[in-house]
């Protein structure tokens, strides 16, 4: 691939991923306040968001699993960043191979809502289709990144 196809490729696939975390981020940020605000998340579209949200599935050790989902965004928004200011394609790589965890959690916690809980979360499913838009992007990038490695 020519260098300047590229580049230009790269940056926007950088570009929607920093879209796609920022929503994600942006969500995990709402249920992680409504936590720790005590106040309960209600669906517009589904019934269910109060029932997936306090459930036991909720939380991992006591921390609300959305903490950890405002985490996950956030790192994929630094790597990429990184990428970014650098131009070195490593934090870019390392942001694609880290949405694996995303998709991994979000495939447990459609099977909570849908199985276990049989109640799902509009905000809860709107995650899962974000991180499953970041894998997504992620093996475009890795497929990218290889192809030029040829």
């Known amino acids: 691939m020519h260098i300047m196809a590229r ?8 570009a929607l991923f920093l879209i796609l975390a920022f929503l994600g981020f942006a969500d995990a940020a709402y249920l992680t306040a409504k936590h720790f605000l005590d106040s309960p998340v ?4 589904l019934e269910g968001c109060e029932v997936v949200t306090t459930s036991q599935y909720s939380k991992i050790f006591g ?5 950890f989902g405002l985490l996950y965004y956030f790192l ?3 790597l ?3 990428y970014r200011e650098t131009g070195s ?3 870019l790589l390392w942001a694609s191979r880290f949405t694996v965890f995303g998709l991994l959690a979000s495939a447990w916690f459609l099977f909570v809502q849908a199985v ?3 109640a799902f979360c509009v905000y809860c499913l709107g995650s899962a289709l974000t991180s499953t ?6 093996l475009v990038t890795v497929h990218a990144l290889r192809a030029d490695n040829k």
């Open 7 to 14: 580049e230009k490729k790269l940056k926007i696939i950088a």
């Open 42 to 45: 209600t669906c517009t579209l």
């Open 63 to 67: 921390v609300p699993v959305a903490l």
């Open 76 to 78: 994929i928004f630094i």
């Open 80 to 82: 990429v960043n990184r």
């Open 89 to 91: 394609a490593p934090p």
């Open 116 to 118: 276990l809980l049989k």
């Open 133 to 138: 838009a970041l894998f997504i992007l992620g």
